[in-house]
């Protein structure tokens, strides 16, 4: 049983993002990129579950600039077998991250794909539930627990005050939350040793995807800046101010 495992390289999530000054997109010139920290969870199970003997082979994918090489040897590293990067300078929505995926899936036959519940740059959380549609396939979001026996994922998943319990015939999409589990420190060795395991590229038109941006950013704002607090002498003046300036009482 394959399985891949979608890894996109984001800024990382450490460091402080600011609006460009024309307000056209964030600016990300000289800041350090990772990969994206719900994607290690996906490829911490991946590799789990090819550690138990139930998956035969994990493939890490990343769609992106060249630089997501770095991305997907840190996949690599953590225990993937091989990589695929899908290069591109385009901006890379969710849609067409997804029907890149699409393509892979049918290629590749993998019979289970797991992706980050969302990426931290956009917060889009749309690339595993449109893979879902586009390849007609069982998902189950936010998963805290997966176990994969018998043709079948069970999931369980983080709702609103609980969880639920939810078992997908495979081919099945999965993705993950930040309770599934903790990804591994990746050792010096296994950096060394992912150095020589395969990395393909290929480019959107290899598997016939028009990655053209579909949606336009209008304008990228930072929140107002907050003003200075005041120290109150007494609990009388506070609640005042809190009524008559604040206006919350
Ligand atoms: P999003 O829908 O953008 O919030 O992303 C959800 C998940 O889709 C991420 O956690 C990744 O697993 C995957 N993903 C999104 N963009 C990419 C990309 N460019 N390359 C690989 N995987 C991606």
Redesign the pocket.
């Known amino acids: 049983m394959k399985i891949l495992?979608?890894?996109?390289?984001v800024v990382d999530a450490n460091v402080k993002v600011g609006a460009k000054s024309d307000g056209t997109g964030i600016d990300v010139a000289n800041l350090k990129f990772s990969m994206?920290p719900?994607?290690e969870i996906?490829v911490e199970e991946a590799v789990r579950l090819k550690e138990a003997g139930v998956a035969t082979e994990v493939i890490a994918?990343?769609?992106?600039v060249a630089q997501?090489q770095e991305t997907l040897r840190t996949a690599l590293a953590i225990g993937a077998d091989r990589a695929i990067l899908?290069e591109s300078n385009a901006e890379?929505q969710?849609l067409a991250?997804a029907k890149l995926?699409k393509a892979l899936v049918d290629k590749e036959q993998a019979a289970l794909v797991i992706?980050?519940?969302?990426?931290i740059d956009?917060?889009?959380?749309?690339?595993?539930q449109m893979l879902a549609a586009l390849a007609n396939l069982p998902q189950a979001t936010f998963a805290s627990k997966v176990i994969v026996a018998d043709g079948k994922a069970t999931v369980t998943r983080e709702v609103d005050g609980g969880s639920e319990t939810l078992s997908l015939m495979l081919p099945a999409v999965v993705?993950v939350d930040l309770r599934l589990n903790e990804p591994r420190y990746v050792t010096l060795p296994n950096i060394m040793k992912a150095k020589k395991k395969p990395l393909e590229t290929l480019k959107p038109d290899n598997l016939g995807v028009n990655v053209a941006p579909r949606l336009k950013t209008l304008k990228v704002a930072e929140p107002p800046k907050r003003s200075a607090g005041v120290k109150v002498q007494e609990v009388k003046t506070l609640v005042e101010k809190l009524r008559t300036e604040a206006k919350v009482l």
Request: hydrophobic share 45%; no cysteine; proline share 3%.
């Open positions: 495992v979608a890894v996109k390289r994206n719900f994607d996906a994918v990343s769609a992106g997501a899908i890379m969710p991250v995926l992706l980050g519940k969302q990426a956009d917060d889009s959380n749309q690339t595993g993705t």
